[in-house]
């Protein structure tokens, strides 16, 4: 919940910035050891990608998911359906809130507690798996039996497991509606990520094919 107010807190003061930019860090050596010092004025260089990342997210928020809000509420999914869903996102919900808590307070330590910019850049990074799910990136991305909290690669194949499941049990009407949404909802943010020379976080090497699995799955465990 704190982390959550911390972000609304973070998204108000850049956008009422109106352009002025982000101040470089103030680097003290007197009071930093070396080590420190040297986060400290590296932490300086993620200042225009807090302002990218942050655009890029309030387009993806007040423009890209509001064409397809309706078509979503609108999907008529089978109550069994419905509870494969549910159960998917509660997993879906407890390994991203893991994976983000840990991961920001990594990022804190590693970066000698000197470097507010990174920790507001890997704040923002997940709150797009919080507005719009990404099982690949949260769940199925091979990086994560490297990453702390590390996903063994049986946990990996569970989570495929599940998606397959709940995919191979999609009545074939809902296949084709999910999936011509997805499709044509890929394209313009396609369209807008080359825009701006976006290319998403942990989204790893999968084939496109998958991909297309992937983002179905994403729709459907999509809060609306």
């Not at 990453?147 to 990996?156: M, Q, R, V």
Request: aromatic share 12%; glycine share 4%.
């Amino acid at each position: 919940m704190i982390r959550f107010f911390l972000m609304i807190i973070i998204l108000s003061l850049l956008s009422e910035g109106k352009g002025q930019g982000i101040s470089s860090n103030i680097c003290d050596s007197n009071f930093l050891n070396k080590e420190q010092y040297e986060k400290c004025i590296e932490d300086s260089s993620f200042a225009p990608m807090i302002y990218q990342v942050v655009n890029h997210l309030s387009y993806y928020k007040t423009v890209i998911l509001p064409k397809y809000r309706m078509a979503r509420t609108g999907l008529v999914i089978p109550d069994s359906i419905q509870k494969m869903i549910l159960e998917l996102k509660k997993l879906y919900d407890s390994t991203l809130k893991e994976k983000s808590w840990v991961y920001g307070n990594d990022m804190n330590k590693n970066m000698k507690y000197v470097s507010p910019k990174s920790n507001i850049l890997s704040l923002i990074t997940f709150e797009y798996f919080k507005i719009y799910p990404d099982v690949y990136a949260v769940m199925l991305n091979d990086i994560h039996t490297i990453l702390n909290p590390a996903s063994s690669l049986s946990d990996i194949e569970r989570f495929k497991g599940k998606i397959q499941h709940l995919l191979g049990s999609l009545p074939d009407v809902l296949t084709n509606q999910v999936y011509e949404i997805t499709a044509k909802m890929q394209i313009e943010k396609n369209k807008y990520d080359s825009s701006m020379n976006w290319r998403g976080f942990l989204q790893g090497t999968a084939e496109e094919s998958e991909r297309e699995k992937y983002r179905m799955i994403d729709f459907l465990l999509w809060d609306k």
